[in-house]
């Protein structure tokens, strides 16, 4: 495997605890000062963020604010699509929306609360008062339009990127934003979002979900209900098995095994509300009676078949923009969890999503943003949440599953300060996403080329529960 030589960046300032054996990831990485420093520098600035959700601002003049270390923007719908304004007069720098998240201003526009100077929706300078007091060349038309920030859209979000000289966004997406808008992501709209602050790292938040291999400890629920399934992925060496998948037990007949599959899909429904909804949930016990095989295997194969293709056409009945799932499943493969790089993932399954956001607030805390995201007919859109529901980390108004990983997270960013507790070590076979994701840090950090960086981050596609890559750098 190709290792990252570069331990020092274009100007040969060393970087400070890289990665030199991809299987061990120092744990300062998660909370020293000078690395976070170096994050925000190298890697916030330079990487798409995803900034809102395009519900939020359907109508001309609509605005939502987005927030990230210190910076903020205006994504706005205009006439001529959307935009992104830094948010600052000016004049003297004032934040122009007066301390509101969100609004219209298609009329009125943005007034600064400290002077009065006002834009128009285009970032045009309408006003300045008293403007017989300044110099001529600081009244130049071009030089007070408020500044833009690069914007474009996928997935049914705006993304914003600080980086002018960026690679556009479905570049740096690569292969997996296609295989995303083949399942529908586009048409899913918010029935809710939820938000905390967590005393962690940002990292260690995001790699809490990069593989399954927490489930037997984290979520039993699901291991009880499951355990061939899990133990197959986790558990046992395939090769000892010939190959043979455990999901189904063969001590139980097909029935039990399809309503074993059933009430797990429950579990994950009551658990992360997208990733499986209740609607599909209700098809699902309506095909408990379905003529299936005698053998397990097959009849569990078979019922997902008939499964699939009922929630198709229910759905689709109900005037639900849903693709058709037994067609993409093959065209356009997903995996459990796709991560957006830097700090956006959904949870796909069949037409409904979860979908987390992750931004730091410190070297040890982070904001977490969770959404479920479902498709809704035209005209029975759900009502679309401006702000997020905020709760304390350790509510139990968040859903099970989240829940149970939240009791995880922040006692690991304490364990990480532990006396000689050095590096993580990840497994190569299942644990290879969270050392690919840390590589392609330590490449924004190094300067590596952005089309190389590209690249490197493609592969991130498929990549849950996934091996140790090499990224080419």
């Known amino acids: ?16 605890f890289p990665i030199t054996d991809p299987e061990r990831i120092p744990t300062q990485r998660y909370y020293d000062e000078q690395f976070y ?17 395009l519900e939020q601002i359907p109508n001309v003049g609509d605005w939502i604010e987005y927030k990230n270390l210190g910076k903020a923007v205006i994504i706005m719908r205009t006439a001529d699509g959307v935009k992104a304004y830094h948010n600052a007069c000016r004049h003297r720098g004032v934040p122009i929306t007066e301390g509101k998240p969100h609004g219209n201003c298609e009329h009125d526009g943005f007034t600064c609360p400290f002077h009065g100077w006002r834009w128009n929706i285009n970032g045009e300078n309408t006003f300045v008062y008293g403007k017989q007091k300044f110099s001529a060349h600081q009244l130049e038309k071009a030089d007070l339009a408020l500044k833009q920030c690069r914007v474009d859209e996928w997935g049914g979000c705006a993304f914003i990127n600080f980086d002018d000289n960026a690679l ?7 292969p997996v934003a296609d295989r995303l808008e083949a399942h529908g992501l586009a048409n899913l709209r918010a029935e809710w979002w939820f938000a905390t602050e967590l005393p962690a790292n940002w990292k260690i938040a995001m790699e809490a979900f990069m593989e399954g291999y927490h489930v037997m400890k984290t979520h039993p629920q699901l291991q009880r209900t499951l355990p061939g399934l899990y133990n197959a992925m986790y558990a046992y060496d395939m090769s000892d098995t010939g190959g043979v998948g455990l999901q189904t037990n063969p001590n139980l007949s097909a029935r039990d095994n399809v309503k074993a599959q059933v009430k797990h899909l429950e579990l994950l429904s009551e658990g992360m509300a997208g990733m499986v909804h209740a609607k599909e949930i209700e098809i699902a016990k309506e095909l408990l009676e379905v003529d299936l095989p005698e053998d397990p295997m097959q009849a569990v194969q078979m019922w997902y078949g008939i499964f699939q293709d009922q929630i ?25 969890v796709e991560f957006i790089f830097p700090h956006y993932f959904l949870l796909p399954m069949f037409t409904s999503m979860s979908a987390y956001r992750i931004r730091p607030t410190g070297p040890e805390s982070c904001i977490f943003e969770l959404w479920s995201l479902t498709p809704a007919a035209p005209g029975a859109e759900p009502p679309v949440p401006m702000e997020p529901t905020w709760l304390p980390y350790d509510s139990d108004k968040f859903p099970p599953i989240p829940r149970q990983d939240y009791s995880n997270i922040p006692i690991q960013q304490k364990g990480l300060h532990a006396e000689g507790f050095d590096f993580m070590r990840l497994a190569q076979d299942v644990e290879g996403l969270i050392s690919n994701y840390q590589r392609i840090i330590d490449g924004y950090m190094t300067g590596v080329a952005p089309e190389t960086l590209a690249k490197a981050t493609h592969l991130l596609g498929g990549n849950f529960d996934g091996k140790i890559l090499d990224l080419g750098f």
Do not use: F, Y
Request: charged letters at 25%; aromatic letters at 4%; glycine letters at 4%.
């Open 168 to 174: 556009p966004l479905r570049a740096a997406l690569g």
């Open 1 to 16: 495997m190709t290792m990252m030589s570069q331990v020092k960046d274009a100007q040969g300032n060393a970087i400070p």
């Open 37 to 53: 420093k170096l994050e925000t520098e190298r890697l916030w600035p330079r990487a798409w963020q995803m900034a809102c959700r």
């Open 312 to 336: 198709t056409k229910k759905l689709r009945a109900r005037g639900e923009p849903v693709p058709d799932l037994n067609a993409v499943a093959v065209s356009d493969p997903v995996h459990a």
